[in-house]
């Protein structure tokens, strides 16, 4: 059985990988990779790691409920939550975790901000050690 890493933000097309991942057969891990600004950086600094866990455990408490409810009858095998950068934290995800598989959502964006910045989405299927289905 395949292990797949499915991240999810809360976006449309990350609940329909999330829909994928569970008809694929394989066992489902879900991750959320909260990105902070600057000023959410700043306002937490004085927090302790509980604190901020509590924070992210909160914050991505909705978006497995609604990649879960998209699942149907699949249970994912874990769920978490990372901090950091979107596109390397799947990626390192990916490598640590001997993940099979990532099936994650494609987001739109304007293309000049992806000329200028690229996108998670295709920075992972240039890094990730596995497969990468982007579902739209």
């Not at 998209?70 to 990372?82: H, K």
Request: with cysteine; proline share 4%.
């Amino acid at each position: 059985m395949s292990r797949i890493l499915v991240p999810v933000d809360g976006s449309e097309q990350s609940i329909k990988a999330a829909q994928w991942a569970a008809r694929s057969g394989g066992s489902v891990t879900l991750l959320h990779v909260h990105v902070l600004d600057s000023a959410t950086t700043i306002s937490m600094a004085h927090q302790s790691a509980e604190q901020i866990n509590a924070i992210e455990d909160k914050h991505a408490a909705p978006l497995f409920e609604r990649a879960r409810a998209a699942m149907g009858d699949i249970v994912p095998e874990d769920e978490f939550v990372v901090i950091g950068d979107a596109g390397q934290e799947i990626v390192g995800q990916a490598k640590s975790g001997g993940f099979d598989q990532v099936i994650m959502g494609s987001r739109g964006r304007s293309q000049l901000r992806e000329l200028l910045l690229g996108s998670v989405s295709e920075y992972v299927l240039r890094h990730a050690p596995c497969p990468v289905t982007i579902v739209r």
